[in-house]
């Protein structure tokens, strides 16, 4: 009988964590999905490349969030890995937009010599 109650306990947990678990990935999914319109709408391009360029900013985030995790860096370290993936991702958007566009999505405080799109037609 005790056996019973707990695999009902455990049932029930087990279903509630993955309902939890839906609900989060539908969260994800949504806030992907807006920020894919924002992306076609302000920068005047079709999904698909509002798509890459998700991937683009994804990709950065990802890894600045691994390199800040990173216990083993100095702060030194640190800044200097996450201006090699600022580098690397406005070169990526470099090649996919236009100056117009980049200048809306990439901030001016992350511009160099290389990144400026004025420099860039």
Not at 45 to 60: F, H, N, R, T, W
Request: glycine share 2%; proline share 2%.
């Amino acid at each position: 009988m005790k056996i019973s109650i707990y695999l009902t306990m455990l049932l029930f947990c087990l279903t509630a964590l993955n309902q939890k678990l839906s609900a989060q990935e539908k969260k994800d999914v949504n806030r992907s999905k807006e920020q894919r319109i924002y992306y076609s709408k302000n920068l005047l391009i079709d999904s698909a490349k509002a798509e890459q360029v998700l991937a683009i900013q994804g990709s950065y985030k990802k890894g600045v969030s691994l390199i800040i995790a990173d216990s083993s860096l100095s702060e030194t370290g640190r800044h200097a890995k996450i201006q090699l993936l600022i580098r690397e991702k406005n070169r990526k958007l470099r090649s996919l937009l236009t100056p117009a566009q980049q200048q809306k999505i990439i901030p001016t405080t992350e511009w160099d010599a290389r990144d400026n799109p004025k420099q860039n037609n």
